[in-house]
């Protein structure tokens, strides 16, 4: 295998992509272990070695004794033009074997339109792309991730998901998987006991039937599955496996920094967010364990940059305590803090300070959208005056850029909120010239940056349909058109890429045949601009007699049994029912701390006497 890669990496663009030894991997003898597991990640090496959870994963599956886990990335085209040719395989970096040589081969699913990288990665390595045609129980193929939330239009391909955080149930199933072979079980085996597994779903132990107009009428789970699969959380953070170093890179990332996570889950319930929901109830980790996380990785890996991880950073609630010590750190080993996800209504003039000591780059907001009737429909929960506050204290303190993130499409949107976002970025702009104590000398700049709404499961808003294509791109050329203002920049993007990002976030099964088919005839890397085809996916849909309208724009009635009803995340269809009735009368829920909303998730906790926040 190294001899032909040596041949054919001169031919393309970045090969220390493909050639793994990098510091900290982990190599074993394959002869001493049992189970050998390949961590796939469907995009490229840049993109799949920034992502924290499989850094987790990696490290926690290399120390049982009895597991190697190897890292697995998708090749560019040339790359995979240059396998083909030469007849090699899919293999992992760490050994080199192909793929085809390992028990698991497990994907994270982090966006939708990775979904036909997954069977590109799988056909790479020789691998039947069906679950139905792979009868061995070697080459079982697993699949997690945020995506994993609504498996459907993946599971004829995938022969198990891990539902939730990863740390606990996918020790839990290598160490079944390890039994299995040990006893010599056959695949069927195996999977009807892994289904018994909290946070294990077996796509094909459940049947779905469909009414006349398309909308399912039944999930029906197939004896030993459970009628319900519950997803799996850490119980808590300050006590989980964390790594002691990162793998570090030849070349360079997207995230190439240690990474410090400082929690799981939000307290704020945007109703528009699906992590938000997905990754309750809130754990923080404490501060001293980050600060000593920290501390570790910087000397293991020779990074320069810490960032810290979180849906919020500053609602992390010792946030104050843990800058304090993990400046001083930085300040004297000269190691730049990244602080992302900074909230508009909490950003203060201490935290400006210590952001200044440790920050270079400009802030970034996001108010999502332009009117406050429609951030109360999202229950952003901020106000106009926290957004004049927090730029005001920006400016005051040496900064003459802000960035603005918005969404395109929220339910219930008129163009008047969509002119709303401009008219905002102008009162910022006016609001910097009136500051006598803004820096003097120099314009200020507001990008703003707006996304498309993709409604998502779990969330208040599953059940409104997204924006025609049409809709989006008027609303979108509208704004554009209402900017006066040369010290305003606009950014948008692409408008299609999202549809089918809405496709199949709330897809079914039905669409197994849409990706298999919209593969075949060449999709791939569908995320990437220069890769993706529309036109393709729209003849997949047809060829399929389905169409983008049923599952991306059309509104669905409390009730109706969705493609995920069977699948448990521990926030309840009753509450988010109750945020949905409330976004539709633009009336606001407070977060967590303030009171709870009752959303079901602390029933999930077996510590903290069921509380998810204090």
């Known amino acids: 295998m190294k001899n032909?890669?040596?041949?054919?990496?001169?031919?393309v663009q970045k090969p220390g992509r493909y050639v793994g030894g990098e510091v900290n991997s982990i190599t074993k003898d394959k002869t001493q272990v049992e189970v050998r597991f390949a961590f796939c990640f469907p995009d490229t090496y840049e993109v799949g070695m920034s992502h924290l959870g499989m850094k987790i994963l990696y490290s926690l599956l290399n120390q049982q004794d009895y597991c190697w886990c190897e890292r697995v990335f998708a090749p560019w085209t040339d790359m995979e033009n240059e396998m083909r040719y030469a007849d090699i395989p899919l293999y992992a970096l760490e050994s080199f074997d192909p793929i085809s040589e390992f028990d698991i081969i497990g994907f994270t699913l982090q966006y939708e339109l990775s979904f036909?990288?997954?069977?590109?990665?799988?056909?790479?390595?020789?691998?039947?792309?069906?679950?139905?045609?792979?009868?061995?129980?070697k080459n079982l193929v697993v699949a997690g991730g945020p995506c994993a939330c609504n498996p459907e239009p993946l599971a004829d391909f995938v022969d198990l998901f891990m539902l939730g955080e990863g740390e606990d149930v996918i020790v839990q199933l290598v160490d079944l998987y390890r039994k299995a072979k040990q006893l010599g079980w056959n695949k069927q085996q195996f999977l009807q006991q892994a289904c018994q597994i909290e946070g294990v779903y077996v796509p094909s132990f459940y049947e779905v039937s469909y009414h006349e107009d398309g909308t399912i009428q039944a999930i029906t789970a197939k004896d030993p599955a459970p009628k319900t699969v519950k997803k799996r959380i850490v119980q808590d953070m300050s006590h989980t496996f964390y790594p002691e170093n990162f793998v570090v890179p030849y070349v360079e990332t997207i995230h190439d920094r240690a990474v410090l996570e400082l929690m799981r889950g939000c307290i704020r319930g945007c109703r528009f967010c699906q992590a938000g929901f997905i990754y309750r109830p809130l754990r923080e980790k404490n501060p001293d364990v980050l600060c000593?996380?920290?501390?570790?990785?910087?000397?293991?890996?020779?990074?320069?940059?810490?960032?810290?991880?979180?849906?919020?950073?500053?609602?992390?609630?010792?946030?104050?305590?843990?800058?304090?010590?993990?400046?001083?750190?930085?300040?004297?080993?000269?190691v730049n803090l990244s602080l992302p996800s900074l909230r508009i209504d909490n950003f203060s003039e201490d935290l400006l300070e210590k952001v200044k000591k440790v920050r270079k780059s400009g802030l970034t907001f996001a108010p999502e959208a332009g009117t406050q009737r429609l951030r109360d429909v999202i229950n952003k929960n901020i106000t106009e005056e926290d957004i004049f506050s927090s730029c005001k204290i920006a400016f005051e303190g040496g900064y003459t850029s802000v960035k603005l993130y918005f969404m395109l499409g929220l339910p219930t949107e008129t163009i008047k909120d969509c002119e709303g976002i401009i008219d905002l970025a102008q009162q910022i702009i006016g609001l910097y010239y009136h500051l006598e104590n803004r820096t003097k000398g120099k314009a200020v700049n507001v990008t703003v940056s707006v996304s498309t709404f993709v409604p998502k499961p779990f969330t208040p808003f599953q059940w409104f349909g997204q924006d025609s294509l049409e809709t989006i791109v008027q609303k979108q050329m509208h704004i554009k058109d209402y900017i006066t203002s040369k010290k305003i920049s606009f950014k948008y993007h692409a408008s299609k890429t999202s549809v089918l990002e809405a496709v199949f976030a709330r897809g079914d099964r039905r669409l197994c045949d849409v990706v298999y088919r919209a593969w075949k005839n060449g999709c791939h890397f569908d995320s990437w601009d220069e890769h993706f085809h529309f036109d393709r996916?729209?003849?997949?849909?047809?060829?399929?007699?389905?169409?983008?309208?049923?599952?991306?724009?059309?509104?669905?009635?409390?009730?109706?049994?969705?493609?995920?009803?069977?699948?448990?995340?521990?926030?309840?269809?009753?509450?988010?029912?109750?945020?949905w009735i409330k976004a539709q009368q633009a009336v606001t829920t407070p977060n967590c701390r303030e009171q709870c909303a009752g959303c079901g998730a602390s029933q999930l906790l077996e510590y903290k006497g069921g509380k998810c926040v204090e």
């Open 537 to 579: 996916w729209l003849k997949a849909m047809e060829e399929c007699g389905l169409t983008v309208e049923f599952y991306a724009n059309r509104h669905r009635e409390y009730g109706e049994i969705f493609p995920w009803n069977h699948l448990d995340y521990g926030v309840s269809e009753a509450f988010l029912h109750r945020e």
């Open 292 to 334: 000593s996380q920290g501390k570790s990785l910087c000397e293991t890996t020779g990074y320069e940059e810490i960032s810290l991880s979180s849906l919020s950073t500053s609602d992390y609630s010792k946030i104050a305590d843990l800058l304090e010590e993990l400046i001083d750190y930085s300040v004297e080993h000269k």
């Open 4 to 11: 032909q890669l040596e041949h054919i990496l001169l031919n």
């Open 116 to 137: 036909t990288n997954v069977l590109n990665m799988l056909d790479l390595g020789k691998i039947p792309v069906y679950a139905k045609d792979r009868t061995r129980l």
